[in-house]
Nanobody, 120 residues
Framework: QVQLVESGGGLVQPGGSLRLSCAAS????????MGWYRQAPGKERELVAT???????NYADSVKGRFTISRDNAKNTVYLQMNSLKPEDTAVYYC??????????????WGQGTQVTVSS
């Protein structure tokens, strides 16, 4: 089994910064990709950013230029540096990983979510 442990959420003023971390552990042969998603009340969960094991990144248009996703493959950890935060960034942020548990078997795993609140 795979577990994702998140940290770094909290309260920040508009224009401020936060850094989220997510570490994967458990029965893991390799992690093909990791990412961050978010969900605001009454809205669908949406992509924030993803990164492959090779370092290819993808960002939602709403966060381009403000957020940076990165990985430490040796630690099976993904980070999300969030700068110039806006009130509309307020949401529960979820870590995701596409994991190969053993050869021929892989799937998506989710963290529990961490609250990010950008107050006016």
């Amino acid at each position: 089994q795979v577990q994702l442990v998140e940290s770094g959420g909290g309260l920040v003023q508009p224009g401020g910064s936060l850094r989220l971390s997510c570490a994967a552990s458990g029965t893991i042969l390799s992690i093909k990709a990791m990412g961050w998603y978010r969900q605001a009340p009454g809205k669908e969960r949406e992509l924030v950013a993803t990164i492959t094991s090779g370092g290819t990144t993808n960002y939602a248009d709403s966060v381009k230029g403000r957020f940076t996703i990165s990985r430490d493959n040796a630690k099976n950890t993904v980070y999300l540096q969030m700068n110039s935060l806006k009130p509309e960034d307020t949401a529960v942020y979820y870590c995701n990983a596409f994991v190969m548990v053993y050869y021929g078997a892989s799937g998506y795993y989710w963290g529990q979510g961490t609250q990010v609140t950008v107050s006016s």
